[in-house]
């Protein structure tokens, strides 16, 4: 079933010409329109909730959407265009991750360093390319770096204390920082796999120098940290494994697991900053290498689909798939205390179908995984409330561990998700699940999604950019 609804937006603040002016840009109409397409069971599951979305793009153009589910639904919108303070509650995030230094294209005339690995064989194909063209060849990666080179980002905003770092870390920069990633990626190693390769290509300007070069992988790899932010530290728990979630080994301090580094106030670097609209300022702090810990040990073999530390940072949620099923681990912090351990469900034979989703809020966790959708009350020792058939809803709980693209909420035996999942900025499917199984599957599509740079924001207040009342 497939139900249309427009509804105009209110652009008052905009002249007439600010309104053409963004529809030529955007592409969007003064209409706004959700449609609904009711993938299984029936809307009155859904009678009397609102579903309440924020958009924002290029930092200006920010609407506000509530959308009012039922036989007979209801929207109603505001449209603003935001000044430059407005648009600052964006602007503070918490991120620790890593990339390779090489994954990309270098434009421009490039100098390279003579102590760069590959050096030699790209002068060698440089000196093989004719002016004016691209010349490209294939290698064992192994056969020039034992451990994948990465570059690291970090950045870190705590308003309670006011302390702030934002670096980024390059094993090709010289910086003053560069001693604590120098530290943190020898300690923390991704082997090369033997049987990857590398593709790279050389690019020759007219004037016969390197315009720029290209590094693929064939391998599709993934490794990179779990992390988590609490007011003491950062936890990181690392993750090697290939495309399909097979684990991989990597080399690491004291092997695999929970990793706890405090942080080390830097007296001598300040910043500046707001914090809804209020100017703080505070310390810079950066993770203390000398007091690195691991916390709770995990077997190789065992692949980590989930982690989070609670909000009151008193516990972390590890979800882990083992060979005899789907568990969740409870640990304290910051000692790492195994506090509890539960079985969720059976693991899936097949790999595509098993590869478990969670998500946290409300003092609730969904996980998603084997054909099977189980609710854990974590404020009830992790009781299970229930686990039954997903009845073909995993396909649509895609990015569930997004918490900001989700919402969770459980009440008198229903459990409702409204999930924006990757790549969905605008739209979101509607699922209902009880302990009998899922009452309720729907998409709703929003024509915003058309508009280049669409993304939801979170407000002043902090709220999610899509929640339900």
């Known amino acids: 079933m497939r139900k249309a609804i427009a509804f105009l937006l209110a652009a008052a603040v905009l002249t007439a010409g600010t309104i053409l002016l963004h529809a030529k840009i955007w592409k969007i109409e003064e209409d706004v329109v959700i449609t609904e397409e009711i993938l299984s069971g029936d809307i009155r599951w859904m009678e009397g909730k609102t579903a309440e979305l924020r958009y924002q793009t290029g930092n200006q153009l920010q609407w506000d959407l509530s959308y009012a589910f039922g036989k007979t639904p209801s929207c109603t919108s505001s449209f603003e265009l935001l000044t430059k303070s407005a648009s600052i ?34 002068t060698k ?45 390059s094993p090709t920069v010289s910086q003053a920082d560069q001693c604590f990633f120098q530290d943190f990626s020898e300690k923390f190693r991704f082997p090369v796999s033997e049987t990857d390769s590398t593709f790279l290509s050389v690019q020759k300007n007219s004037q016969g120098k390197l315009e720029g070069f290209d590094f693929r992988h064939q391998e599709n790899l993934s490794y990179g940290f779990y992390t988590a932010f609490t007011d003491d530290g950062l936890y990181l728990l690392p993750y090697y494994e290939t495309i399909d979630g097979k684990p991989l080994r990597g080399e690491f301090p004291e092997g695999r697991g929970l990793y706890y580094l405090p942080w080390k106030i830097e007296e001598n670097v300040t910043f500046e ?52 099923g789907i568990y969740l681990n409870v640990l304290g912090i910051p000692d790492g205390t195994l506090h509890n351990r539960v079985r969720l469900m059976d693991n899936g034979a097949d790999p595509a179908i098993s590869v478990p989703t969670a998500a946290v809020q409300n003092g609730f966790m969904v ?12 404020d009830k020792d992790c009781q299970v409330e229930f686990c039954v058939d997903s009845d073909g ?48 599957l729907a998409d709703y599509r929003c024509n915003l999604d058309v508009a280049p740079n669409i993304h939801h924001y979170i407000p002043t207040n902090y709220d999610q950019p899509i929640s339900l009342r």
Request: include cysteine; charged fraction near 20%; aromatic fraction near 14%.
């Open 125 to 169: 194909l440089l000196d093989e390319t004719p002016v004016g063209e691209t010349r490209s060849t294939q290698f064992p990666t192994i056969d020039y770096f034992e451990n994948y080179p990465y570059r690291l980002y970090l950045s870190y905003v705590s308003p309670s204390q006011m302390c702030n770092c934002s670096y980024d870390f």
């Open 393 to 440: 809803a995993e396909q649509h709980l895609y990015g569930l561990q997004e918490s900001n693209s989700m919402v969770l909420r459980y009440e008198d035996g229903v459990l409702t998700l409204l999930n924006q999942g990757n790549f969905r900025d605008c739209s979101f499917y509607a699922m209902v699940f009880t302990s009998d199984g899922l009452q309720f």
């Open 367 to 378: 996980v998603s995984a084997a054909g099977k959708m189980a609710l854990v009350n974590l």
């Open 273 to 324: 900053t707001e914090l809804e609209g209020q100017p703080v300022s505070g310390h810079g702090v950066l993770p203390d290498m000398d007091h690195l810990q691991n916390l709770f040990s995990i077997d190789d073999d065992i692949p980590v689909r989930y982690f989070d530390v609670s909000e009151d940072q008193h516990t972390s949620r590890i979800l882990t798939e083992e060979s005899d």
């Open 89 to 122: 509650r964006n602007s503070i995030t918490n991120e620790f991750s890593i990339e390779p230094h090489y994954g990309y294209i270098y434009t421009g005339t490039v100098e390279l360093d003579p102590a760069y690995p590959l050096y030699g064989m790209i």
